[in-house]
Nanobody, 123 residues
Framework: VQLQAYGGGLVQAGGSLRLSCAGSGRTFSNYAVGWFRQAPGKERDFVARISGRGGLTYYPDSVKGRFTISRDNAKNTVYLQMNNLKPEDTATYYC?????????????????WGQGTLVTVSS
């Protein structure tokens, strides 16, 4: 499967943005998908993940209650709805995929990445 992330942009603090991750291939629903982000000079951090059929999701405390991950396997797309954005959410966001749901938490364990999309939140 190949991934392509898009939807980033500039938004004011308190605003919302929705990122999309489009996957290719007929086996997209076999893959768990996650979102990670990387700010300049910092490590790539886990943001959210969703299981292949969408029944399981997980978020770190930093985004819980503000971000929602979902997927539409008929469209081979995973979404990240980001609400109440803060300046500290500014980063390049990457989507990633793996056949194992629990792999999608440590970036160094992930091998299948989409290109990043930049999110900038102004104060």
């Amino acid at each position: 499967v190949q991934l392509q992330a898009y939807g980033g942009g500039l938004v004011q603090a308190g605003g919302s943005l929705r990122l999309s991750c489009a996957g290719s291939g007929r086996t997209f629903s076999n893959y768990a998908v996650g979102w990670f982000r990387q700010a300049p000079g910092k490590e790539r951090d886990f943001v959210a993940r969703i299981s292949g059929r969408g029944g399981l999701t997980y978020y770190p405390d930093s985004v819980k209650g503000r971000f929602t991950i979902s997927r539409d396997n008929a469209k081979n797309t995973v979404y990240l709805q980001m609400n109440n954005l803060k300046p500290e959410d500014t980063a390049t966001y990457y989507c990633a995929a793996d056949l194992e749901y629990n792999t999608l938490i440590l970036a160094s364990n992930v091998h299948l990445w989409g290109q990043g999309t930049l999110v900038t939140v102004s104060s």
